[in-house]
């Protein structure tokens, strides 16, 4: 790796004009405050909310169709933004009557989520929406770390609340049916809070919290997956918020109609409890588009609305697209379908399927530490004359910074002797698209830092930036690629061989659906590639492990010193819920651990 240095001036701050607030039972430090101004008190700035955004949309186009939702009993509801927000209202008074400061959320895509996440934040409290596929214990330990004095839970996953119940027996607990009939505990809560509001004044949206006095203040905790030690709840605040959403309705094209569609029909494959749906919540609202909320993945549901309903735009990461371009109702669209694809990276083969189905990739990359998406890569005119293979490799690149960023950058990292990377100051490194170094940021959609948690995120700002962990090249034109991330990265022979890049190239193999790679450890070379394989349907049984080894070896154009030493065909890869492979299970299993212990 080069050794040239050549240190940077310093780091521009984020850009942000007002004073820094925190909960009180956060430990992230204080940033100084400038009393120089009265933000309170001029006229040419306001305090940024995206809570803003659903009011707006009603007072615009009260008619507008802000929801189409299929019930947990398979019935269709549909409500119009003026509808939308009056419900939202009445859950934000009742949530502010009873005095919640912490509400949390353990929902599936639902109208009772979208409602709360702006009736949370209309009350001037915040929302801890968690990841419902969690074990029990884990829901109750979030839970307790995020402080939540209440919890909306759809019907569903009320049983998994059975710990915490005993736990903290005194915390209300609203249950949502998901219902077309409007009746239970959340349909109490919203039709209380409206009954009082009618009794003082009838204020509506006027009478709750969209502004903020402090756009640095929490609106929201979202926890990462916590796979190998306790999630982390990670802070966000409103103006970030606010302008990551806007950087999504730019980025993503929502209010772009591509199709016959009026406005953006966007599908809620991605969960809302990810990173707050990536900001997409307020990014759809903002553009007055309709919301198509399923309560699970059901792909031919989705190729369904894809045809029926003029869905214009969806996100999800590469496995579902995968899994989805390879289902049976799988047909051409006779309009484009813009689907920002995120959460790992994908394949160059990937994009071409999509594409070949009219589904245009929009590649962003990014974390729950940056508000989900916060690079893009961008398609260039002059890519129309590239070789095919070349254009797609160019796609599946992960770009630039989005609008309302700074730039995204690749600093110089160093390897110790037991395979470790780590960053090597805050240098960084050549744009020759060559050289290692992980991917950093700095600005206005960074997360303010992990609550209750100082050292880690002392960690996250090292040096002044944030760090994420993934190993990248930085190409000339100034765009990013990632290799791996830092612990993926196999050693073999001296050779650093990216996962990422070995498993694009084994998914170019016709009968294999995804692949995934680990090290595992060989006498000789210290370390070598192991794949995991699923097969597409019609080939489940008729490819075995040795025959991929050699295709990979004489046909592929696979480097011979990445060539898999093992190839292990499965019926499923195991992932996150949000479709992330989990590599930490794989490497176990590579290591010979019981399947049924993982």
Known sequence: MSTALTRLS???????????????????????????HDYAHTHHIHQLTPTVFLP????????????????????IVRRSYAETARRSAGLAYFVREKGWKRVG???TNTPAFLEAIFGIAGAGAVNVAINYRLKAEDICWIFEHADVDSILVD???????KGFREKFPHVPILVDSDSEIEEGQYEDAVREGLEYDAAHGGLGWDGLETTVQDEDSLIALAYTSGTTANPKG????????????????IESGLNSHISTADRCHYLWTLPMFHAMGWTFPWAVTAVRGTHYTIRKIEYPEIWRLLKDEAISHFNAAPTVNTLLCADKNAEKLSEPVRVTVAASPPTAHLFETMENLNLRPVHVYGLTETYGPITKGYHMPEWRDLETKEKYARMARQGHGHVTSLPARVIKTKQDDTGKWESDGVVDVAKDGKEIGEIVFVGNICARGYYKDAEATRKLFAGGVSHTGDLAVWHPDGSIKILDRAKDIIISGGENISSLA????????????????VGVADERWGEAPKAFVTLKESRKGQVKGEEIIQWAKNTSGISRFMVPKEVEVLD????????????NILREWARGSAREES
């Open 502 to 517: 070995l498993e694009s190239m084994l998914v170019t193999h016709p009968d294999i659906l995804e692949a995934a790679c």
């Open 56 to 75: 707006r949309a009603a007072a615009i186009e009260p008619n507008a169709p802000a929801i189409y939702h299929k019930t947990a009993n398979g019935t």
């Open 105 to 107: 959320i353990l929902c």
């Open 155 to 161: 019907f569903e996953f009320e049983h998994l609340l």
């Open 10 to 36: 310093n780091l521009a701050s984020q850009l942000i004009p007002s004073s820094s607030s925190s909960s009180s039972s956060s430990s992230i430090p204080k940033r100084k405050v400038d009393h120089s």
């Open 572 to 583: 499923e890869l195991p992932k996150t819920s949000t479709g992330k492979l989990r590599k």
């Open 234 to 249: 990670v802070e966000y605040t409103p103006r970030s918020c606010y302008l990551a959403a806007i950087a999504n309705v």
